[in-house]
Each structure stands twice: as C-alpha cells, then as structure tokens.
Nanobody, 122 residues
Framework: QLQLVESGGGLVQPGGSLRLSCAAS????????IGWSRQAPGKEREGVSCISSKGGSTNYADSVKGRFTISRDNAKNTVYPQMNSLKPEDTAVYYC???????????????WGQGTQVTVSS
C-alpha cells in the first residue's frame, strides 16, 4: 500500500511563489518516480510534472515550463514542486502519485493522493 500526502497549498497572489510537498508513508521514495497532476474547478485533471526516481529526469506540462521546478529529497522521503510566477489559471487542487523507476504517462500512475488546494488570486 503506497501512501502519499500532499501539503503546502494555500493562497498566493499572481506572480507569487509556492512550494508543495509530496511525502511518502509506508515506503521510501528512492525507487519511485513522482508525478504531479492538478484539477481546476470545472476542468479535467491534467498532468503537471514528474521527476524520476534518481532525479535525473524531469517532465513538465507546457503550461508550467519555466515556472515550475520539481526536485526531491530522498533522505526526507519527499518531493517538492517549486512553483514560481503563479497565475490565476494555476488555481487547482494538486495531487501526487508514485511509479517505480521512471515517469510514465500520467494516465498510468496509480491512485493519486487527497490533494492540496492552491489558489492564485489578488
């Protein structure tokens, strides 16, 4: 049973920054790629980013490239998406999931966590 807990969401003004966390419970992240998805109000869930188990490969959706950076600290069993230059359209619930080794297609990840709310508004 793989359990992930998202945290770090909140309210931020446009142009601001926020760092989310995806923490593992019941397993270590060393062997897992971690992906992030989000779902905005009235929209379908979309992939945001992914980082491979060793951190050597990262993927980003076109909508967040250049603004979001995903990193990991396996010693803390945590993955951190750093979100900069936030826009109102980034408002969504953000979720993480794990897959062994490398980043799969977002549809091929296992179940996503409970999510953390990010609201970008002035």
């Amino acid at each position: 049973q793989l359990q992930l807990v998202e945290s770090g969401g909140g309210l931020v003004q446009p142009g601001g920054s926020l760092r989310l966390s995806c923490a593992a419970s019941g397993f270590t992240l060393d062997y897992y790629a971690i992906g992030w998805s989000r779902q905005a109000p009235g929209k379908e869930r979309e992939g945001v980013s992914c980082i491979s188990s060793k951190g050597g490969s990262t993927n980003y959706a076109d909508s967040v490239k250049g603004r979001f950076t995903i990193s990991r600290d396996n010693a803390k069993n945590t993955v951190y998406p750093q979100m900069n230059s936030l826009k109102p359209e980034d408002t969504a619930v953000y979720y993480c999931a794990a897959e062994i080794g490398y980043c799969p297609a977002f549809a091929d990840f296992g179940s996503w966590g409970q999510g953390t709310q990010v609201t970008v508004s002035s």
